[in-house]
């Protein structure tokens, strides 16, 4: 719990809050941290002397960006191998990359790649090509989440929930909850939220997805993808069942 309040407050200290400037020096630091990130993305376990060194660091600024990496999970300190004869004194650190840094280094690109695929689906075969792809890209999830939910009877409410666990367990960081007028499912978070901006037929077939799981007409009432801060899908109280061509009602709130 103290790690965590202090890697709490070291986020706190560095990133600016909307609507007030940021701390002086903040750009700067957090350019270097990019380029540190860059130096292990290439170069795989490397010494903060050799990082350093690079980039034209003293020692002592450079163990500055590397505790803040290590306080933020983006690096792992070990010890370096030594091969042949060892000298005295404890071998030096290397630094490496977690593996969700490793992801985030790789986000753009895999998003760009799959913007471009899907654009020249779009100009080979029009938009019902992408429709048919999106239905057969998230069909894989949808056999996934029906296994898990076997147990959650017929009720779209008790649906819906089991629903959420079986896509927090495949990353969406979901939720469920009764409100006045049903339920709402919310996802905090999207895997393909950059690409689902340009081709909302993404969203389409998961809403699709999830009014099939849920067992009932469902209402998609918000998506990260068109700028809001949760994937909001709304499951009316007393909805008729889900019917074939007709089970998804996507509805734009705006803030």
């Not at 998506?223 to 007709?246: E, K, L, Y």
Request: proline residues 4%.
């Amino acid at each position: 719990m103290k790690k965590a309040a202090e890697v709490s407050a070291h986020r706190s200290a560095t990133v600016p809050v909307a609507g007030q400037g940021a701390p002086a020096g903040l750009g700067a630091d957090l350019s270097t941290r990019d380029r540190v990130t860059q130096l292990l993305l290439e170069q795989g376990a490397t010494t903060a002397a050799q990082l350093g060194s690079a980039l034209g660091l003293s020692p002592a600024a450079i163990r500055r960006h590397l505790d803040a990496m290590l306080a933020d999970g983006d690096v792992l300190a070990r010890e370096q191998a030594v091969r042949g004869h060892r000298g005295r004194g404890r071998p030096a650190k290397v630094f490496v990359l977690t593996e969700a840094a490793r992801v985030r280094c790789g986000t753009h690109h895999y998003d760009n790649m799959a913007t471009a695929a899907l654009r020249w689906i779009a100009r080979s075969g029009g938009s019902q090509a992408v429709e048919t792809f999106a239905a057969e890209q998230v069909s894989a999830l949808e056999a996934r989440c029906r296994a898990a939910m076997e147990d959650a009877g017929d009720d779209p409410l008790a649906r819906a929930e089991a629903l959420a666990g079986a896509l927090t367990a495949e990353g969406y960081a979901a939720s469920a909850s009764v409100i006045a007028s049903g339920g709402q499912l919310c996802q905090h978070h999207c895997p393909v939220a950059h690409v689902a901006a340009e081709f909302p037929q993404l969203c389409e077939a998961e809403t699709e997805v999830i009014s099939r799981l849920v067992g009932t007409h469902v209402q998609r009432l918000a998506t990260i993808a068109h700028g809001d801060g949760v994937c909001t899908t709304h499951i009316p109280t007393q909805p008729g069942r889900a019917q074939s061509g007709n089970t998804v009602t996507t509805v734009r709130t705006d803030r």
